[in-house]
Structures are given as structure tokens and as C-alpha cells.
């Protein structure tokens, strides 16, 4: 398993300023989820573990985001959503670096709560779902998007097989953070809210061997933070070893990318 004392936040630090580039698809994820709510407009967003602001900047475009609560204890990742959300009139924004089960959103204060991508980096998920639905004033939606059920799975596979106590954290963490359908269902229940649609997709990826590295590094330095910073160095030269050896004759690294969606809504609006 990953060192518990291992923070994701840091590797988010490390990569803000090249992370849109390095995980363009969140924002399409972000798009489908997004497209997915119910058709209104909701002027006070929450968005938790922002990042640069994929959600929040797609709700703002096509949602009618005017007030918006951004929350992330990367201050690297708000800093470049701060950069953008001061170049949007008519914006008010209140950027929060802290975790999940600090943010402190006063109750019933949001028409939309949404995490993209994140929920699976929270060490308490259903608590951080019940956090989140108390954000939500009556008929608001909350709007989850996180790794699915058979996530990358070859990218487990082929990082166990490896038998590289160091490498086999990496297969560790992507399995520890994948989100059952029926797991962020009951947590929503349980939270007093009304799953609207939960749902899951897979997607067939092609992708260079050093893309894919790229992606991990962006996301997952943390899992090794704890190592001296040239052992740290040599663990992601090995990585990227490793998916360089996995790839077809072609040249290309093929994985299996596993999403989990859902939209619910918190009852008497
Ligand atoms: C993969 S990024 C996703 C960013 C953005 N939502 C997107 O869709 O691209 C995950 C984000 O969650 C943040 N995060 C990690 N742990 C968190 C926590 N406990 N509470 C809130 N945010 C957290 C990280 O700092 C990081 O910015």
C-alpha cells in the first residue's frame, strides 16, 4: 500500500503548471458530466479538489456559475485557477486550500457541488460525500466524476509483475483508488440525497509509452515522496522502463481507462 503519510496533494503541487496538458481527458470527463445535469442554471458552485478548475470553468461557460467556492489543499493547483477565474467578469471567487473535510461551506448554501477526479485521493469518501451534500441547498445536484471499477487495469498488472516493492505502490494506489457504481450509490444515500444516474464508462486508450508516464508522474509523485529525491528519480525512470516495455509492436501503450459518474440531488427544492 501506499505511505498513508504520503500527501496526493503534493505531486498536484509539483505538476500544476503543466497539468491541463498532461491530463486533457479529465476535461472531456469533466465535459460529460457536466452535460449530464439536470438542464438549469446553478449560480453557486462548490467545486472540491478543484485543480485548475476543469468544472468550475465548463459550469461557469455553460452552467451559469456566478459565485463559486473552489477547494483544494494544493495551493500550486488554486493559484492557476485564481490566475484564471480574476480574467472572468462577474465572477466571485473563493478560493479554499485546505482538504475536503475542512471546507466549511455553510449548509444548504450551494445549487452545485461538483468533484472531478478526486474524490478517490479523499481519505474518508463517504463522510467527504455527506460534507458535500450538506453544502447543497434543497433540489441542489451534486456532480461526482473518479476512477472506476477495473481502472487501468493493465497498467496494475503489468507494475505487479514487475515485483518492484517500489513500483508495485503505483499498481497499489490505482486500485486502491477506483469508485464501485454501487459504492458511491450508497454513499449518497446514506447522505440523504437522490441518485438522479450513476453510471460507469470505459474507454480503450492508445497512447505512447512516454504519454502514459507523463500522466503518472503529473498525478502520482506523492506515492514516493518519502524516498530520498534521487531515489525518487530513479523510481520514475522506472516507470517509464516499464510502460516503455509494455508497449504492442507498434510502438504503442494500450490501457483500459474506467470512469464512474454520478449525478443526485438533494430532495425538497
Ligand atoms: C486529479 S486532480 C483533479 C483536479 C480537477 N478537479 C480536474 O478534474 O482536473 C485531484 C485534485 O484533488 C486534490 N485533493 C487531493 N486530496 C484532497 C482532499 N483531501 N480534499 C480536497 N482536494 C484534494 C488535489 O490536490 C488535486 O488538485
Not at 25 to 36: H, Y
Not at 81 to 108: F, H, K, N, W, Y
Amino acid at each position: 500500500m501506499p505511505n498513508p503519510l504520503n500527501n496526493p496533494a503534493d505531486s498536484f503541487d509539483r505538476s500544476a503548471r503543466a497539468y491541463d496538458e498532461l491530463v486533457a481527458r479529465n476535461r472531456e470527463g469533466c465535459r460529460r458530466l457536466i452535460n449530464s445535469l439536470p438542464e438549469r442554471e446553478f449560480p453557486r458552485l462548490v467545486d472540491v479538489g478543484c485543480g485548475t478548475g476543469f468544472a468550475t470553468l465548463d459550469a461557469i461557460d455553460r452552467r451559469g456559475a456566478r459565485e463559486v467556492i473552489c477547494v483544494d489543499p494544493s495551493t500550486g493547483m488554486l493559484d492557476v485557477l485564481g490566475e484564471r477565474l480574476a480574467a472572468i467578469p462577474g465572477i466571485t471567487a473563493d478560493l479554499r486550500p485546505c482538504e475536503v473535510m475542512e471546507m466549511g461551506v455553510e449548509a444548504g448554501w450551494a445549487d452545485l457541488v461538483l468533484s472531478t477526479m478526486a474524490l478517490h485521493w479523499f481519505t474518508d469518501r463517504p463522510g467527504a460525500i455527506r460534507e458535500m451534500a450538506n453544502a447543497l441547498a434543497p433540489g441542489g445536484v451534486l456532480g461526482i466524476l473518479c476512477p472506476g471499477e477495473g481502472h487501468d487495469r493493465p497498467t496494475v498488472d503489468i507494475f505487479e509483475a514487475t515485483g518492484d516493492p517500489l513500483l508495485a505502490r503505483l499498481a497499489a494506489s490505482i486500485v486502491n483508488n477506483q469508485v464501485p457504481v454501487p459504492d458511491l450509490t450508497q454513499w449518497i444515500t446514506d447522505a440523504g440525497l437522490t441518485p438522479l444516474d450513476v453510471w460507469s464508462e470505459t474507454r480503450y486508450r492508445v497512447v505512447t509509452p512516454q504519454a502514459i508516464a507523463d500522466r503518472i508522474e503529473a498525478v502520482a509523485t506523492h506515492l514516493w515522496s518519502d524516498l530520498p529525491e534521487g531515489e525518487q528519480a530513479e523510481v520514475l525512470e522506472r516507470v517509464r522502463a516499464t510502460f516503455a516495455a509494455a508497449a504492442d509492436n507498434d510502438g504503442m501503450y494500450r490501457y483500459r481507462f474506467v470512469k464512474t459518474f454520478a449525478v443526485a440531488e438533494r430532495p425538497g427544492g
